[in-house]
């Protein structure tokens, strides 16, 4: 059974930096896309960045500049390094990995809590 298992969350200052990170338990094939979502208190969960086997990276407008996410396939590991971060960040983050064809999948982890406060 895969488990993904993030790490690395915790309380950081305004303008500060923390670094996520999520790895992979167990055998994983093939892995499309391996994301970053996180949701805040009351509100729903948001697609934060997208890093695909391609090499392709996306990021949600609210983190373009501040949020770097990077990958390495043959470890099945995924990393959110967050700079200058906001107390508007502050929420529960979840990485997800997901393969779309043949041997679907679509694997969460079970998050990390993230505030960004004074």
């Known amino acids: 059974q895969v488990q993904l298992v993030e790490s690395g969350g915790g309380l950081v200052q305004p303008g500060g930096s923390l670094r996520l990170s999520c790895a992979a338990s167990?055998?994983?094939?093939?892995?499309?896309?391996m994301e970053w979502y996180r949701q805040a208190p009351g509100k729903q969960r948001e697609l934060v960045a997208t890093i695909t086997s391609g090499g392709s990276i996306n990021y949600a407008d609210s983190v373009k500049g501040r949020f770097t996410i990077s990958g390495d396939n043959a470890q099945n590991t995924v990393f959110l390094q967050m700079s200058s971060p906001k107390p508007e960040d502050t929420a529960v983050y979840y990485c997800?990995?997901?393969?779309?064809?043949?041997?679907?999948?679509?694997?969460w982890g079970q998050g990390t809590q993230v505030t960004v406060s004074s």
């Open positions: 997800r990995f997901t393969r779309r064809y043949i041997m679907v999948y679509d694997y």
């Open positions: 167990g055998r994983i094939f093939g892995v499309n896309a």
